[in-house]
Nanobody, 121 residues
Framework: QVHLVESGGGLVQAGWSLRLSCAAS????????MKWYRQAPGKQRELVAT???????NYADSVKGRFTISRDNAKNTVYLQMNSLKPEDTAVYRC???????????????WGQGTQVTVSS
């Protein structure tokens, strides 16, 4: 079974940086997209960043210029470098991989357990 594990969250002051990572284990045929979502209490889940199999990237307007998504295909790992953090970035961050386990079956979304990022002012 495919399993995603995030790491790198923590408590930092505004203006500081964190790097999140998410590694997938298990049998994987292909990864079509890697994404980072976040959700703060009382707010809707927000798509933060996406990187596709072609290495195209997209970012939410709220993080453009501050966050960078990248990948290491050999390790089935996605990273989110977060610079110039703001209190409004405080949330639980979860990775999402859209992948194919068996080429005879459709792609499917897999989720990590979540890692807390807290930014103090």
């Amino acid at each position: 079974q495919v399993h995603l594990v995030e790491s790198g969250g923590g408590l930092v002051q505004a203006g500081w940086s964190l790097r999140l990572s998410c590694a997938a284990s298990g049998s994987i045929f292909s990864i079509n997209a890697m994404k980072w979502y976040r959700q703060a209490p009382g707010k809707q889940r927000e798509l933060v960043a996406t990187i596709t199999s072609g290495a195209n990237t997209n970012y939410a307007d709220s993080v453009k210029g501050r966050f960078t998504i990248s990948r290491d295909n050999a390790k089935n790992t996605v990273y989110l470098q977060m610079n110039s953090l703001k209190p409004e970035d405080t949330a639980v961050y979860r990775c999402n991989f859209r992948l194919v386990v068996d080429p005879r079956r459709p792609e499917y979304d897999y989720w990590g357990q979540g890692t807390q990022v807290t930014v103090s002012s």
